[in-house]
């Protein structure tokens, strides 16, 4: 099985209309993903590669009975699209958008959870989720992800970072090793889908074995997700964090990637994850090592 | 971003936070000017964004003109830890009867605004949380809330100020909340924040870091002119690229911030050292590895050039032609190690083929890669 999204899932993505939104729209599409609807206001009723572009979320969901969304509008209007969505009834929103403001991202989190307690909303900026074969939601190349097999061995991945999400299940791919979901929850301050969250459902899902979780500096996510492993987890977890070299005070490339206060830092998330029983591998070739050792010796 | 003093003293005066009257000035003469228009006493205070500017002497009070030039001829162009103090800021010196610390900023944890009042202010914040948690009122606010009078109130009473002091800190609360939030601010704080002998209360220092994503929506050219970036930095910012400066000899070059922190990992763990972070984002065009080779290749620091590229979508041979289009426009003095792994790897390596030698080379992983290029640097 795969957690949050598959082959059922129907998407409707705001901003289809843009470049970015219809160039990941459309590979998604061509992943099988179904992609069924577009928004923007100012072009209903038109199509984009054949897809119907509706003016609101709420006029896709009523047409098509969309249940997810993803969002590829630029940072100012996402606090609005995020509510759209929900107020439109779908029950899982990606969005992709990089750069939107943290005073944003704590209001429609709080606004969510309070209004809209059956929203699910991952990122913002995220690469999205996937489930190879199934569903192929955001900017992850597909191809580079091996479908889950029933009856083997297989990993859940969750990360907040992109491009080693990508090589992670590059490796697992190489090594023959099939993922049920891999689930990009992003590197801002905020984000609307924690590590736990998707530690819980991958713990909740019979055709995950293990799972591959890759963190990095800031926040104190990784040390959360530690504790819940020690306590509330049976299967087995190995673990990145990148960062162990980056310098106090200074974001390394995501909102979320700072060191402040001596808080955040690489070794105390690695420190913590270890005592959780996670392994952890120093580099990201290494941790990919520590899974297949993992899934091999099952 | 995180701005001056003075800066942050102008964008509370903007939310009617009382501050001291005073002005910013860069010279000597200036100094003594502003200073008369303030009116005496005045303290001359130091503008660097790093804390400690009073231990190091960049924080004087001075009762004349004489006074004043003396002080602002020892604080201009002094140097702070680092940094090197171009503007200060003179403002009418005040009488202090009680200091006392305020902020609010994200927990990230909790996924709402935070803030701490304490006391004891005056000092590090972190000294007062490690000895004396219990003398830090902590309120945790929803952003869909808002901060209420009532909270305010109830915050201040568990902060145990002097009572003479509590309706001015609410109403200042309210208003740095009010400052925090519009103005998009990861951090607001006042330390100290004061109780005078006639019972007001006022800012007497300001702290503001405002988060760059939300620049949309404001105008910071103003405090972007101002920012203090070495020429690395400020050349990686003039280019759009997500660029942190670092004091070692190996150049970075990645795609994705994730792989670029990674990088830095690996080259420390086969015993280098990074000269700077560089996530050159997704796509491969070759104006942006222009840019990045050219920023580390005039870095003094730089002895050999590490590029860690994973292709995903992008594909392994646009990112290859990207660089050799890259090479071909501008002469790079250090050696470059490329490590192209994933979606089409193969093609991308087979355009990089005819071009390899003593300053390009190609390796097949990560750890291999970067082992070479500290064996360059290392040279």
């Known amino acids: ?298 | 971003m995180d701005l001056f003093e003075y800066q942050g003293k102008q964008l509370f005066g903007r939310y009617d936070i009382p501050v001291s009257p005073g002005e910013a000035v860069t010279t000597v003469d200036g100094a003594v000017e502003a200073a008369e228009r303030v009116g005496f006493p005045v303290v001359v205070k130091a503008q660097v964004q790093v804390g400690g500017r009073g231990k190091a002497g960049g924080i004087k009070l001075a009762a004349n003109a004489e006074e004043c030039r003396t002080h602002a001829t020892a604080i201009l162009g002094m140097d702070i830890k680092g940094h090197v103090v171009e503007i200060v800021w003179i403002e009418r010196a005040s009488n202090i009867a009680e200091e006392y610390y305020a902020s609010f900023t994200l927990d990230r944890s909790a996924k709402r605004h935070l803030g701490m009042l304490s006391a004891q202010g005056g000092v590090e914040i972190e000294t007062v949380a490690s000895d004396s948690p219990d003398a830090i009122a902590k309120v945790w606010i929803d952003p869909v809330d808002g901060l209420t009078e009532d909270v305010a109130r109830e915050w201040v009473a568990a902060a145990r100020l002097d009572p003479a002091a509590e309706d001015g800190a609410v109403d200042i609360l309210l208003k740095l909340y009010r400052a925090y939030v519009d103005g998009d601010c990861d951090l607001v704080e006042i330390n100290p924040l004061i109780l005078t002998p006639d019972g007001k209360v006022h800012a007497l220092d300001a702290k503001v870091s405002l988060d760059n994503n939300a620049g949309f929506r404001h105008e910071w050219q103003e405090y972007e002119a101002t920012q203090e970036r070495d020429d690395r930095e400020q050349a990686a910012h003039e280019a759009d690229l997500q660029y942190v400066g670092l004091d070692g000899s190996v150049g970075i070059i990645a795609n994705g911030a994730g792989l670029a922190m990674s990088t830095l990992d690996v080259v420390n763990q086969v015993g280098g050292s990074a000269a700077n972070f560089l996530d050159v984002g997704g796509g491969a065009d070759a104006t942006k590895f222009v840019n990045a080779l050219s920023i580390i290749d005039h870095d003094p620091r730089v002895r050999s050039i590490f590029i860690n590229i994973f292709g995903g979508i992008t594909r392994g041979e646009e990112v290859a032609n990207g660089i050799v289009a890259a090479l071909g426009q501008i002469d790079i003095k250090s050696p470059i190690v490329i490590r192209l792994d994933g979606t089409n790897a193969d093609e991308g390596l087979a355009i990089l083929e005819p071009h390899l030698g003593d300053q390009l080379q190609v390796a097949p992983t990560m750890l291999d890669a970067a082992r070479k290029a500290v064996g360059l640097a290392n040279r």
Request: proline content about 5%; aromatic content about 6%.
């Open chain 1, 1 to 298: 099985m795969s957690i949050f999204v598959d082959e059922h899932t129907k998407v409707v993505y705001q901003g289809l209309t843009g470049s970015q939104g219809k160039y990941y729209g459309g590979l998604n599409r061509a992943y099988g993903t179904q992609v069924v609807a577009g928004t923007n206001p100012k072009k209903a009723g038109s199509l984009v590669d054949g897809v119907q572009v509706f003016a609101t979320v709420t006029d896709a969901v009523n047409a098509t009975g969309a249940d997810a969304s993803c969002i590829f509008i630029p940072a100012p209007g996402v606090r609005d699209a995020v509510i759209e969505a929900a107020e439109g009834g779908v029950s899982f929103i990606v969005c992709i958008t990089e750069g939107v403001p943290a005073h944003d991202e704590a209001w429609f989190y709080n606004k969510l959870k309070r209004d809209f307690p059956g929203v699910r909303l991952l990122g913002p900026n995220c690469p999205g989720i996937i489930s190879p074969g199934k569903c192929n939601i955001g900017i992850t190349a597909g191809h580079i992800a091996k479908s889950a097999v029933p009856g083997e061995h297989n990993v859940g991945i969750v990360s907040r970072s992109g491009t080693l999400t990508y090589q992670a299940l590059y490796e697992l791919q190489q090594q023959g090793i099939g993922v049920t979901t891999c689930v990009g929850i992003g590197g801002d301050p905020v984000p609307g889908t924690s590590f736990i969250d998707c530690l819980e459902a991958f713990e909740a899902d019979p055709e995950t074995h293990a799972v591959m979780m890759i963190g990095e500096i800031g926040g104190s996510a990784e040390e959360e997700a530690a504790e819940f492993i020690r306590t509330r987890m049976q299967k087995p977890v190995a673990a990145y964090v990148a960062g162990q070299t980056a310098p106090a005070g200074k974001k390394m490339g995501h909102a979320g990637a700072i060191v402040s206060g001596g808080k955040g830092t690489a070794v105390a998330k690695m420190e913590a994850l270890r005592d959780a029983g996670v392994r952890v591998g120093a580099n990201p070739t290494e941790a990919g090592e520590l899974m297949v050792e993992i899934i091999k010796d099952r």
